[in-house]
């Protein structure tokens, strides 16, 4: 059931579509699972054509497909899909990195302190959603810094596809021991002013993840 605020004016297509995109990208709609416009609606206590609008415009982003006689279903993901976002996320965040050695202020740098702690806190606890909160915080936290408007804009529609990944690969916590430390080293590039470090180190850190994504391959992501 949706919790509507009766200060909300925005329409509830909208806040339907917003549900529904935030449940497939954090992976509680898992890959292939049906989208049923019936049991949805009663779900949120809404009608189906906010429903059903909702999936229309989640099956241009990409994150529903629609299949005549078959009906509607959240997107598969492949590796393949999964590597085209880290390659985009490879040159899109070193620049960011790049950027924010030389624009980051002081709250700022703080802010991502506080995120990198929270990350570490959160790896050392075993707890799988915190990391990803302070996974997607600490990198939107670098965009955000490098001040440019364009980058930020895209990096936006980036980190949700990274985000619907992420809820897949931090199943296998195996490459996740070094994350704090990479982390750090760009952190300490960017606190340093040295756009060339921050950028090489962003770079090594999304390849890094690229490279494990490639060698576990199909089969270590896929859902039943």
Do not use: W
């Amino acid at each position: 059931m949706l919790n509507f605020d009766l200060h909300n004016h925005r329409p509830l297509r909208e806040i339907v579509y917003e549900q529904l995109k935030r449940q497939i990208l954090t992976g509680e709609i898992t890959p292939g699972t049906r989208m049923m416009e019936v049991e949805l609606a009663d779900e949120m206590g809404v009608s189906r054509t906010p429903v059903r609008e909702a999936i229309r415009k989640l099956e241009k982003e990409g994150l529903v497909t629609i299949e005549p006689r078959r009906g509607a279903y959240a997107s598969d993901i492949s590796v393949k899909d999964m590597v085209d976002t880290m390659e985009v996320r490879e040159h899109l965040e070193s620049l960011a990195a790049y950027l924010a050695a030389q624009t980051m202020t002081e709250e700022q740098r703080e802010e991502l302190e506080r995120i990198t702690n929270g990350y570490t806190n959160a790896i050392h606890n075993n707890n799988m959603e915190e990391m990803i909160h302070y996974d997607e915080l600490f990198h939107k936290g670098i965009v955000n810094a490098s001040g440019n408007k364009t980058l930020i804009q895209i990096s936006e529609t980036v980190q949700e596809l990274a985000l619907r990944f992420r809820y897949l690969y931090y199943d296998d916590l195996s490459r996740y021991g070094s994350m704090p430390m990479e982390h750090k080293q760009i952190l300490e590039a960017i606190e340093n002013k040295d756009p060339d470090a921050a950028k090489e180190c962003a770079k090594t850190h999304v390849k890094r993840l690229k490279d494990f994504v490639i060698r576990e391959g199909e089969n270590a992501f896929k859902h039943e």
